[in-house]
RNA sequence: CGGGAUGUGGCGCAGUCUGGCAGCGCACCUGCUUUGGGAGCAGGGGGUCGGCGGUUCAAAUCCGCCCAUCCCGACCA
């Protein structure tokens, strides 16, 4: 293509609003536009880079043995009711009315979907199963943020296995494992799969595959010394141990006057690792006790996972103090037996430990835990913090922001079963298939791959989804031989099977250096009438910045060969 | 949903406090010069100042309501 005819709207600056440096350049080079928050339009080269990012998801996909389909966008309501997940999920559903009334949703996830394709199986001979679909998913996100990292509208590719039994559903899950880290490989991303929380969607096994980036939303923990890597929601690691302070007899009630935190607390004399953090939550419903060491933060996924609660909030502090009969601050366990007690396994055993003691601006010092707390259950809830000890290895942990590019996980029965998919097994049997769920956002990638290959003039695209591998800069458009030079490159370029773009904009080099710069071809081709003195071009590596002098009889067969070896990188 | 900020031409901004002709840079159009790293000169086009209502002789500017966008938090298969 000649970039004089195409729509690749470039600004020297990024609106204002844009924070993420992917949003920013993805903006500038002319990729994208956003519509309304969390809408982006896809121009010619940002749609360019989707269906590359694609094709390499389809490739590997058909690779393992996936077979893509197309579902529906519009689900009616009923699907949606028989799974649960109507009342379920809320008001991240976006839902409507047809003109006959009935209730519709815009499909922000396929499970139904496939299973309700699923109860045409019949026979254990039709297993396994593996779909998937590159479809728009729409999810009324409370608050999209960072371009395309988080939008209401976005392509996925989503796929489903269907098994038999559990070892078909490894199997099924490790050829996508396996799969995925081929995706990202060929997309140039460095992506950890950490184990994560499987949320409200259930299932055993959940693998997050995460992309470091200090634009990303997720936290995790990744061990320096072995290959652990783990969500925050999820991470566990092993405590340094603390030396309990000498019990006493019996909990002593002392004064402390105004002082309302661990930190002001910690001043005082009790060390932050000799306190009782008591937080009041509402689980379900009911109020609830947590504590937790005066130094761990409370990490509520886990929480929730460890204890099958569906929804916890912070209690009220009205409802707190009616409960308790005193404000956060001055709380604590000692002596409650009207309300659940949960306590992190941090706390067990230990003795002389500083709590509140329900009545403003008074604790207890001298606290065993075990003799004076009513502890219901014991569960971990305690976020790992940044250093600790890896649990396999010992070595330390250090936590890292993440753009969460990928999740695998094992959905198990549930959706089979509330759809009603069974097949009759070799014993003429009935029985309920399982399923796993494989999600990668096409569009997250695309700003992954931005945010993580950039430098201060722009974007550098890998090879493997470069909008155009090549670009061909004219320096001088009114120079007939440079003109004739270039286009004869070009068309070499074209006839080899490289998507090239001949930039024969009648601008100063200036201005098309930095234009190709900012877009991120990878490979540059400069043609001047300077180098054609001698029977030269340039080739430009965007990636390094270097350039060499190339005789216009190679460069085409030069060019070649890098844009071939850069298709097979990582593949 | 809570807290904070912002809305003035395609992009970036000044002007708002103290009411009085709607401005600047980039981009765009025409002409001349220039031409290997975002050119110069001259001329020109483009704006319901987020919306609605109010105060006033007069509102981008003051007041009220609403909307949108961004950031932090909550939330988030």
Redesign the pocket.
Known sequence: MRWSSLFI????????????VS?QLLV?GGFIR?L????YSMLPLGWKVHRRIAEILRQEMDAIGAQEVLLPAIHQAAIWQQSGRWD?????MFRLVDRKGADQVLG??HEEVIASIGVELSSYRDLPQMWYQIQT?F?D??????GLL?VREFT?K?SYSIDLDDEGLDRSFNLHHQAYQRIFARLDLHAIPVEAS?????GSNSVEFMVESGAG?DDVAVCSGCDYAANLERATATLATVESRPGSEAPERFPTPGIRTIDALAEAGHPAEHQIKTLVYRVDGELALLLLRGDHPFQ??KFLDATGAS???PAESDDIRAALGASPGSLGAVGVDDLVVYADPALEGRTGMTTGANEDDVHYSGVDVDRDIGVDRWVDIRGIVDGEACASCGEPLSVVRCIEAG?I?KLGRKYAEAMGVSVLDADGQSRIPTMG?Y?I?VGRAMAAVAETHHDD??LIWPISIAPYEVVVTV??V?DEE?MAAAEAIYEGLQAAGIEALLDDR?????????????VGFPLRV???????QTGH??V?LRADGS?TEEPVGTVVDTLVGRVEAGRRAGS
Request: hydrophobic share 25%.
């Open positions: 709207p470039t600004l020297r600056e990024a609106p204002a609003e844009a924070e993420a949003h500038r956003q309304q928050s969390g809408h379920a999920i809320g008001d991240d922000m996830t998913k999810r996100e409370p608050r999209p943020k960072s988080r996925m989503d499987s949320g409200a969607m259930g939303e509520e996924q929804e916890i909030t999740h996980f769920s999600g956002g003039s722009g320096v001088k009114d440079s009648d601008e100063r080099p200036g201005v098309k250096f930095a234009d190709a710069e900012l400069t043609v001047g009438p300077r180098g054609l071009v340039e430009g350039q």
